[in-house]
């Protein structure tokens, strides 16, 4: 296990490393100012100095993006049930899914803004709205995707439609929930940021969002890009988090799919 890790992690530290190194060069070799580029170690200087606010910052993001992600697996997956029990149904709805998810995320902030005003519930709406769509489409992927000879077992044993969606189709469709978390999380954490900066929560408690805005205006260049740094780091965890309850919970349904 320990080696698996080892294995997995090392490419990824490498291509770190050399993207910081890269980084550093281009801000000696072409003298960038540091309130356009800062170096790498002027960013970690300066996210230490400002660590309650950022500590502060993620917490916030963080609960708004785990909030929006935890409605668009509920939402989400029933929706998927609902499209999965009627070819009818899922032809005449899903393009509205789609529509949803083609719709600028800098569209839907200010409407939401508008409807619920200010703070952490539009913030969780729209982080909501962007990660919901690949629950939708993988989970209905995985209901709908059953082995004929499955259905055909169910169907000899007169399994009526509460039977099949608990004991067939669910169980088929995890590993493709899976699927849709993983890209789910990301697009949770990106909407928590957008909805921040047009939302905000406060001008004493805000977000990442509202933070990178904030300090880059105020041409406060290096905690503004720590804070950047602490979102790409929030939203690798989300995906990580993700992939440790695949491989401990949900494991028996995504290793085999009997």
């Known amino acids: 296990m320990k080696n698996r890790l080892a294995n997995n992690l090392s490419p990824a530290l490498a291509a770190l490393s050399v993207a910081i190194f890269v980084w550093w060069l281009l801000v000696v070799t072409f003298d960038i100012k540091p309130y356009l580029l800062p170096s790498p170690w002027s960013v970690m ?104 000879g499955f259905s055909a077992l169910f169907k000899l044993n007169q399994a009526n439609r509460l039977q099949r969606i608990c004991k067939l189709q669910i169980p088929h469709a995890i590993p493709h929930l899976v699927t849709g978390m993983r890209t789910s999380a990301g697009l949770a954490v990106i909407g928590a940021i957008v909805g921040e900066y047009f939302a905000g929560v406060s001008t004493v408690k805000h977000g990442l969002g509202f933070m990178v805005a904030q300090k880059i205006t105020s041409m406060q260049t290096d905690v503004g890009f720590a804070a950047v740094v602490m979102s790409v780091l929030l939203g690798a965890f989300l995906f990580l988090a993700v992939g440790l309850l695949r491989s401990t919970v949900l494991t028996k349904w995504c290793d085999s799919r009997h």
């Open 45 to 148: 200087a300066a996210g230490l100095d400002a660590r309650e606010e950022l500590a502060m910052a993620v917490w916030l993001t963080a609960r708004a993006a785990v909030s929006g992600l935890i409605l668009s697996i509920l939402v989400g997956s029933v929706i998927a049930i609902v499209f999965s029990q009627s070819r009818w149904i899922r032809v005449g709805c899903f393009p509205y899914a789609v529509l949803l998810q083609t719709v600028p995320i800098v569209a839907i902030a200010p409407l939401m803004l508008f409807w619920s005003g200010p703070g952490l519930r539009s913030v969780i709406l729209i982080s909501f709205m962007v990660s919901l769509f690949p629950i939708i489409t993988n989970v209905t992927a995985g209901l709908t995707a059953i082995d004929p």
